[in-house]
C-alpha cells in the first residue's frame, strides 16, 4: 500500500512539480493550496507524512503542525519549508514540532532522500 502524503503550498508550479515527483516515487498526494485546505486533508486522510509551506494564506504552516501535534496529538513526520530570510519561523517550526526543514528552492530529489529517511 502506498504512503499518503498531504502537501500543503501555495505555489502551484512547485505543489505540480512535487506532485509528478512523489507520485512518480509511488507516494498517494493530497494537495492544499493553503493551511486551511492542509487541516481538512489531514483529519481525513490520516497521512504518513506532512509538507507543509511556512507562509501560505489563511492558515501557516506553524498552525498546520501545532494543530497535528497538539490538537490531534499525533506523531507524524513534518517537513517544512521557508524561503530565505525566515529563521525565526523555521525554529518556531522545530519547536512546535516540525521533524525536518528545507530551504526554497531546494532539490525535489533531496526531498525524496528526506522523506524516505522519515517513513522507514
Do not use: W
Amino acid at each position: 500500500m502506498s504512503k499518503k502524503i498531504v502537501l500543503a503550498e501555495d505555489n502551484t508550479t512547485l505543489s505540480l512539480l512535487l506532485k509528478f515527483r512523489l507520485e512518480k516515487e509511488g507516494y498517494e498526494l493530497f494537495m492544499a493550496a493553503d493551511g486551511k485546505e492542509a487541516i481538512e486533508l489531514i483529519n481525513t486522510n490520516s497521512p504518513d507524512l506532512i509538507l507543509t509551506d511556512i507562509m501560505m494564506p489563511f492558515v501557516s504552516g506553524l498552525e498546520v503542525i501545532s494543530h497535528v501535534r497538539i490538537k490531534l496529538d499525533l506523531d507524524i513526520p513534518i517537513i517544512v519549508f521557508s524561503s530565505a530570510g525566515q529563521e525565526e519561523m523555521v525554529l518556531k517550526a522545530f519547536n512546535i514540532g516540525a521533524n525536518d526543514f528545507m530551504g526554497k528552492p531546494f532539490s525535489p530529489n533531496e526531498l525524496i532522500i528526506r522523506i524516505k529517511r522519515l517513513l522507514i
